[in-house]
């Protein structure tokens, strides 16, 4: 059972990943544990990119799980149930233009809402632990200029929230849904409905050339299926969208 002593809240931390591998590391992690930071000086995105929110305004939080009911070989399957997840969260109060952008995006309409950053601990081929890393735009509604822009609850609907409340139950949620995921075709159907631009042309870019594509779906592996001509798999960071 999850109590309350598995929700911790810092006053400030570099990253809330960091600091989640720091409590495994010396052993004082146990599966379901999360910590919510009002301040994250150095958050971390996909990629290697910053993860930027201000202070007090935001969910940022990082989730520990050992996931003894998933193989080794399904980090996706985690990845598309974390997604689910949030898209579930987010969507009962920005409605129904909330969407999974590939791989693993909050978005609503054309802009960023939120994102996750899963980092994993494997010793041999045992898969020990897995740190999920989300930040969610609560009630922030300036942010800084980036290729893809950013949107907040509070800019979708006006009102102001209590962030730690709403990471309560957040936490809440990924427990119920990620301590016994449903099977893996269950949460890729799922994920498949709710995926961002589906069946809708885009524009991305490889190796610096812009090209338009067909979204079609995600495979069993994570990679985003396209098509036009031909159909073609890519896989996480071999293609940028450009929005």
């Known amino acids: 059972m999850i109590t309350a002593d598995f929700f911790s809240i810092l006053d400030s931390v570099d990253s809330t990943n960091n600091y989640a591998m720091g409590r495994i590391h010396a052993g004082l992690a146990k599966h379901g544990m999360l910590w919510f930071t009002k301040q994250q000086t150095a958050g971390k995105g996909q990629r290697g990119k910053a993860w930027n929110a201000e202070k007090e305004k935001n969910i940022t939080i990082s989730l520990v799980l050992e996931p003894y009911m998933l193989a080794i070989d399904s980090q996706f399957h985690l990845s598309a149930a974390v997604s689910l997840t949030i898209f579930e969260f987010f969507a009962v109060l920005a409605g129904d233009e909330t969407k999974i952008k590939w791989p693993n995006d909050l978005f609503w309409r054309d802009r960023k809402a939120g994102g996750v950053l899963i980092e994993n601990i494997f010793q041999g081929a045992v898969w020990k632990w897995a740190v999920i890393g989300i930040g969610i735009n609560i009630n922030q509604t300036k942010f800084?200029?980036?290729?893809?822009?950013?949107?907040?609850?509070?800019?979708?609907?006006?009102?102001?929230?209590?962030?730690?409340?709403?990471?309560?139950?957040?936490?809440?949620?990924?427990?119920?849904?990620?301590?016994?995921?449903?099977?893996?075709?269950?949460?890729?159907?799922?994920?498949?409905?709710?995926?961002?631009?589906?069946?809708?042309?885009?524009?991305?870019?490889?190796?610096?050339?812009?090209?338009?594509?067909?979204?079609?779906?995600?495979?069993?592996?994570?990679?985003?299926?396209?098509?036009?001509?031909?159909?073609?798999?890519?896989?996480?960071?071999?293609?940028e969208w450009v929005i």
């Open 144 to 239: 800084d200029k980036f290729l893809i822009p950013a949107v907040s609850l509070k800019e979708i609907t006006g009102k102001n929230y209590d962030t730690i409340e709403l990471a309560k139950i957040l936490h809440a949620l990924l427990i119920k849904n990620l301590s016994n995921p449903q099977s893996f075709e269950t949460t890729i159907s799922q994920y498949q409905m709710h995926l961002y631009k589906r069946n809708e042309k885009v524009i991305l870019k490889k190796n610096g050339i812009k090209f338009e594509t067909m979204i079609k779906a995600v495979n069993a592996k994570g990679q985003l299926i396209t098509v036009n001509e031909t159909e073609r798999q890519f896989d996480f960071g071999e293609v």
